[in-house]
């Protein structure tokens, strides 16, 4: 029999003045003005799981009465259905339906009500009811529906709908389902290149107080060890470089900031709390990467795991799994999928979202969240997230912890119980990847988790197809989700910033990784999905940084105003390369005349390329060849190059000036300055013949006289 307990009331001052009780003809008045502002909830249900017929079950709460106007004739009253739900589909139906006209049946209207003393505007009272799962008619293992609501003289005003998960001993044992819960630890990136410059300051408040990566850590220090954690490393990058001093771009140009130590104490928190925890390395920057495949820049997905990777053990100092991806929105198409299989780390396993894979038949029950899907490397393992459970853990609207854990208790309970199901089956808990969690609603679900007989948590990569596994239609990328992308027309700066960047690993002499790697997957990520603005900025800042970067070498001497001399109709003309990259760099330069009729150039490099040492210049000698009788200014175009073929920077002209001497003009001139010289010498000589004999004819007079 439900029996009523003791008023466990506790009314404010304005409760203790007299209040006049209002008249049963108005009660539906007063219904009417109370619907939206007279509230009733249910904070505890105690036991959560009642196991035995006689169980004492307490459910307690309070009520509310926020009309304005004090309130009389009010009772708290249970409501409950004997008859155990079919499935999880009419457990949504029934919270989906908030009409009181809908509450459950039953209503014992001799002790299941609480009557409630007069309820002054602003006030609130606690209340209690007790039950045993014979007194409500629960005869065998089940969900059934139970609400409280608060009536006036017996109309409801409002309710509080909630399960009830009755598990006495059942004649068969239930097979105990598998549940990997898996958690993002993921960001949007909070600079655009290496350099400490960050083109925002909102890091500094998501570590802080109730911020969201400080909610996330409180839920990592005490989660239990199975939970999977997705972890971006960009996001310990960043604070890591925050922990050693930063700048912040503001619109007057950039602020410096101190070393931050809670960036450094959040770092070496979450390496304590995930310590025994499987932890995968989400790609660096976490790259849009359907968007990537369909925009053609395929070998920023192998690079993004590679590097991701490499940072994420650095940072956690630890080893990390890079072989299970968890895309954007939980969804690939079979492009993307193809980019991950053919990675260096050879992805082998996904975790997508129910509506990307879906059973290729309508079912009745809750499918194995395993399934093997084909890529051309081969059969890659699909993990498909349960939408219902990963709501509980990240609900739209919000709610308590009490009817959260309900509901999780319920949900799991069902699917256990579900007819026909004698294989045990697994079960993922994904919430969205950039989540803000409440870290009491986390936590406590996962509490209750490793409490529920019929649940096993276990790690991600512990779920493997099996024979529980059920059919699926294949990957399911429809045009709205195309349309969500990062655009073409978005991305086609990136790749074209990632192609030059590249280049300035090409002419290295030692062939490094290339040090815009990370900048370029800054600019591809799928946060920039709903902040477009924010990732051009982040792609200017990056293209910006690599034209600088590439202006170290350079060809010197170029410019109309600077022309090289060719003296004759042939020779050789000195072209110049200047490295002030800071490292040596191996180059290779072709040389094109602009008009072949004026200018010929003969000049081709061998194989081997110009190796120029840094802060070096390193000349190359190229022939060019004048056409006969022409004179004046010529260009050619001088294109530096990697050993590839690839064009590094822009193209350079040079002017080439002519004297126009041909090789016949230059021995006609050089035979009549020798017919010259040959008279000036004949006539000089004769001139000293002519003096002799004027002088020896001057002696022989002399001695006549």
Same mark, same amino acid.
């Given at each position: 029999?439900?029996?009523?307990?003791?008023?466990?009331?506790?009314?404010?001052?304005?409760?203790?003045?007299?209040?006049?009780?209002?008249?049963?003809?108005?009660?539906?008045?007063?219904?009417?003005?109370?619907?939206?502002?007279?509230?009733?909830?249910?904070?505890?249900?105690? !036991?959560?799981?009642?196991?035995?017929?006689?169980?004492?079950?307490?459910?307690?709460?309070?009520?509310?009465?926020?009309?304005?106007?004090?309130?009389?004739?009010?009772?708290?009253?249970?409501?409950?259905?004997?008859?155990?739900?079919?499935?999880?589909?009419?457990? @949504?139906?029934?919270?989906?339906?908030?009409?009181?006209?809908?509450? !459950?049946?039953?209503?014992?209207?001799?002790?299941?009500?609480?009557?409630?003393?007069?309820?002054?505007? $602003?006030?609130?009272?606690?209340?209690?009811?007790?039950?045993?799962?014979?007194?409500?008619?629960?005869?065998?293992? $089940?969900?059934?529906?139970?609400?409280?609501?608060?009536?006036?003289?017996?109309?409801?005003?409002?309710?509080?709908?909630?399960?009830?998960?009755?598990?006495?001993?059942?004649?068969?044992?239930?097979?105990?389902?598998?549940?990997?819960?898996?958690?993002?630890?993921?960001?949007?990136?909070?600079?655009?290149?290496?350099?400490?410059?960050?083109?925002? #300051?909102?890091?500094?408040?998501?570590?802080? $107080?109730?911020?969201?990566?400080? #909610?996330?850590?409180?839920?990592?220090?005490?989660? !239990?060890?199975?939970?999977?954690?997705?972890?971006?490393?960009?996001?310990?990058?960043?604070?890591?470089?925050?922990?050693?001093?930063?700048?912040?771009?503001?619109?007057?140009?950039?602020?410096?900031?101190?070393?931050?130590?809670?960036?450094?104490?959040?770092?070496?928190?979450?390496?304590?709390?995930?310590?025994?925890?499987?932890?995968?390395?989400?790609?660096?920057?976490?790259? @849009?990467?359907?968007?990537?495949?369909?925009?053609?820049? #395929?070998?920023?997905?192998?690079?993004?795991?590679?590097?991701?990777?490499?940072?994420?053990?650095?940072?956690?100092?630890?080893?990390?799994?890079?072989?299970?991806?968890?895309?954007?929105?939980?969804?690939?198409?079979?492009?993307?999928?193809?980019?991950?299989?053919?990675?260096?780390?050879?992805? @082998?396993?996904?975790?997508?979202?129910?509506?990307?894979?879906?059973?290729?038949?309508?079912?009745?029950?809750?499918?194995?969240?395993?399934?093997?899907? #084909?890529?051309?490397?081969?059969?890659?393992?699909?993990?498909?997230?349960?939408?219902?459970?990963?709501?509980?853990?990240?609900?739209?609207?919000?709610?308590?912890?009490?009817?959260?854990?309900?509901?999780?208790?319920?949900?799991?309970?069902?699917?256990?119980?579900?007819?026909?199901?004698?294989?045990?089956?697994?079960?993922?808990?994904?919430?969205?990847?950039?989540?803000?969690?409440?870290?009491?609603?986390?936590?406590?679900?996962?509490?209750?988790?490793?409490?529920?007989?019929?649940?096993?948590?276990?790690?991600?990569?512990?779920?493997?197809?099996?024979?529980?596994?059920?059919?699926?239609?294949?990957?399911?990328?429809?045009?709205?989700?195309?349309?969500?992308?990062?655009?073409?027309?978005?991305?086609?700066?990136?790749?074209?910033?990632?192609?030059?960047?590249?280049?300035?690993?090409?002419?290295?002499?030692?062939?490094?990784?290339?040090?815009?790697?990370?900048?370029?997957?800054?600019?591809?990520?799928?946060?920039?999905?709903?902040?477009?603005?924010?990732?051009?900025?982040?792609?200017?800042?990056?293209?910006?940084?690599?034209?600088?970067?590439?202006?170290?070498?350079?060809?010197?001497?170029?410019?109309?105003?600077?022309?090289?001399?060719?003296? $004759?109709?042939?020779?050789?003309?000195?072209?110049?390369?200047?490295?002030?990259?800071?490292?040596?760099?191996?180059?290779?330069?072709?040389?094109?005349?602009?008009?072949?009729?004026?200018?010929?150039?003969?000049?081709?490099?061998?194989?081997?390329?110009?190796?120029?040492? !840094?802060?070096?210049?390193?000349?190359?000698?190229?022939?060019?060849?004048?056409?006969?009788?022409?004179?004046?200014?010529?260009?050619?175009?001088?294109?530096?190059?990697?050993?590839?073929?690839?064009?590094?920077?822009?193209?350079?002209?040079?002017?080439?000036?002519?004297?126009?001497?041909?090789?016949?003009?230059?021995?006609?001139?050089?035979?009549?300055?020798?017919?010259?010289?040959?008279?000036?010498?004949?006539?000089?000589?004769?001139?000293?013949?002519?003096?002799?004999?004027?002088?020896?004819?001057?002696?022989?007079?002399?001695?006549?006289?």
């Amino acid at each position: 029999m439900i029996r009523k307990t003791a008023l466990l009331a506790v009314l404010s001052a304005a409760l203790l003045a007299p209040t006049m009780a209002a008249a049963p003809s108005t009660a539906a008045t007063s219904a009417q003005t109370s619907r939206q502002t007279l509230s009733v909830a249910i904070t505890a249900i105690t !036991p959560a799981v009642p196991r035995s017929p006689t169980d004492i079950i307490k459910i307690s709460g309070t009520v509310r009465n926020d009309t304005g106007a004090d309130m009389a004739g009010l009772q708290v009253r249970l409501r409950y259905d004997a008859q155990k739900l079919p499935d999880r589909a009419s457990m @949504d139906a029934y919270m989906s339906d908030q009409s009181t006209a809908t509450l !459950p049946v039953n209503v014992s209207t001799r002790n299941s009500y609480m009557d409630l003393q007069p309820l002054a505007a $602003g006030g609130a009272v606690r209340w209690e009811i007790q039950a045993t799962p014979v007194q409500l008619g629960l005869r065998e293992f $089940g969900v059934y529906k139970i609400a409280v609501d608060v009536a006036q003289y017996r109309v409801p005003l409002q309710a509080e709908r909630t399960f009830l998960t009755y598990a006495p001993p059942t004649p068969q044992k239930l097979p105990r389902t598998r549940l990997a819960v898996a958690l993002p630890v993921i960001d949007q990136p909070h600079r655009a290149t290496d350099d400490p410059v960050f083109v925002d #300051d909102k890091l500094s408040q998501a570590i802080a $107080g109730k911020g969201r990566l400080a #909610d996330l850590l409180r839920i990592a220090q005490s989660a !239990p060890s199975s939970v999977t954690w997705f972890v971006d490393p960009s996001l310990l990058d960043d604070l890591n470089t925050m922990a050693k001093g930063y700048k912040v771009k503001t619109k007057d140009g950039e602020q410096s900031r101190p070393a931050d130590p809670a960036a450094g104490r959040w770092l070496q928190d979450l390496r304590t709390a995930l310590a025994a925890a499987p932890v995968v390395a989400v790609p660096y920057a976490d790259p @849009d990467l359907t968007a990537l495949a369909h925009q053609g820049l #395929d070998d920023q997905p192998n690079r993004a795991i590679a590097l991701g990777g490499k940072k994420a053990k650095e940072l956690l100092g630890r080893d990390v799994r890079t072989t299970i991806n968890w895309p954007a929105g939980g969804l690939l198409d079979p492009d993307a999928l193809d980019l991950l299989s053919v990675s260096d780390d050879k992805v @082998d396993t996904v975790l997508l979202d129910a509506a990307n894979l879906p059973a290729a038949q309508q079912l009745t029950v809750t499918p194995d969240a395993a399934s093997t899907l #084909d890529s051309v490397e081969g059969p890659v393992t699909a993990l498909v997230s349960d939408p219902g459970l990963s709501r509980l853990f990240e609900p739209e609207t919000s709610t308590s912890l009490l009817l959260s854990t309900q509901r999780f208790i319920a949900e799991t309970a069902m699917i256990a119980a579900e007819p026909g199901q004698t294989l045990p089956r697994s079960l993922v808990v994904a919430p969205s990847r950039r989540w803000d969690p409440n870290p009491t609603l986390v936590t406590g679900l996962l509490k209750t988790a490793k409490q529920l007989p019929w649940l096993q948590l276990t790690a991600l990569e512990t779920i493997k197809a099996g024979k529980a596994s059920v059919p699926r239609a294949g990957l399911t990328y429809t045009d709205q989700n195309r349309r969500e992308e990062l655009s073409g027309k978005y991305l086609a700066p990136v790749k074209e910033t990632a192609e030059r960047a590249q280049l300035t690993t090409l002419i290295s002499a030692t062939r490094p990784q290339s040090t815009f790697d990370a900048a370029v997957l800054r600019a591809t990520s799928s946060a920039w999905r709903n902040s477009t603005r924010m990732g051009r900025s982040v792609t200017t800042a990056v293209s910006k940084a690599v034209t600088e970067r590439m202006d170290r070498v350079q060809i010197t001497g170029a410019g109309p105003d600077r022309p090289r001399t060719l003296a $004759g109709s042939n020779g050789v003309v000195p072209i110049s390369v200047k490295n002030a990259s800071g490292a040596e760099i191996r180059i290779f330069i072709d040389v094109r005349s602009d008009d072949q009729k004026l200018l010929q150039v003969t000049y081709e490099q061998d194989d081997e390329p110009l190796s120029i040492g !840094p802060g070096q210049s390193g000349t190359v000698q190229v022939p060019m060849n004048a056409t006969p009788g022409t004179s004046g200014d010529a260009t050619v175009t001088v294109q530096l190059r990697t050993a590839d073929g690839k064009a590094y920077g822009k193209p350079q002209r040079l002017t080439i000036r002519t004297t126009g001497y041909t090789g016949i003009a230059a021995v006609i001139v050089g035979a009549g300055l020798t017919v010259m010289l040959a008279a000036v010498v004949t006539r000089v000589l004769r001139r000293r013949a002519e003096r002799r004999r004027a002088a020896s004819a001057g002696n022989r007079e002399s001695e006549t006289e």
